[in-house]
């Protein structure tokens, strides 16, 4: 349920950011180092450039893997399952933008350097979550290999 509030809510903050554009809404809100404006991320991570003709199959590719980790997490570790959701909703969010924009949409600006939205966070929450839970029980059968309880 929490992955799907947040995922409407990164929708959400894409298009008021899309609407406002480079303008945006605030400058260092409340005195924090925060901006929200319009941000076309047109690479990876960090902003690094990655051509369509190796981004798209290597994100099929990805995808597909989260799928099935998904898959075979849902009964046996529903813990897991849980945070792969958000892995791959946060992920299906930024893929959509860049299906439809041709760029991720990014809105929160943190110190003029560094551009990130929802959907980024719940990519790496969730992949955080999955890889600390797998650890917790790794005696358990965990999902990934190696780990320790």
Do not use: H
């Amino acid at each position: 349920m929490s992955a799907a509030v947040l995922l409407s809510a990164d929708r959400w903050f894409k298009g008021l950011a899309m609407a406002t554009g480079a303008e945006g809404l605030w400058e260092n809100a409340f005195g924090l180092p925060v901006d929200f404006r319009l941000f076309l991320n047109p690479g990876i991570v960090f902003s690094l450039p990655l051509p369509d003709l190796v981004f798209w199959p290597t994100a099929t590719l990805a995808g597909g893997a989260l799928i099935c980790a998904l898959a075979k997490t849902w009964r046996p570790q529903p813990a897991v399952a849980t945070a792969l959701i958000f892995v791959v909703l946060g992920g299906l969010s930024n893929v959509v933008d860049r299906m439809l924009v041709g760029s991720v949409i990014d809105y929160l600006i943190f110190f003029d350097l560094s551009a990130v939205n929802i959907a980024d966070g719940m990519i790496l929450g969730g992949a955080i979550g999955a890889y600390w839970i797998t650890r917790k029980d790794g005696k358990n059968g965990s999902f990934a290999a190696g780990g320790r309880g």
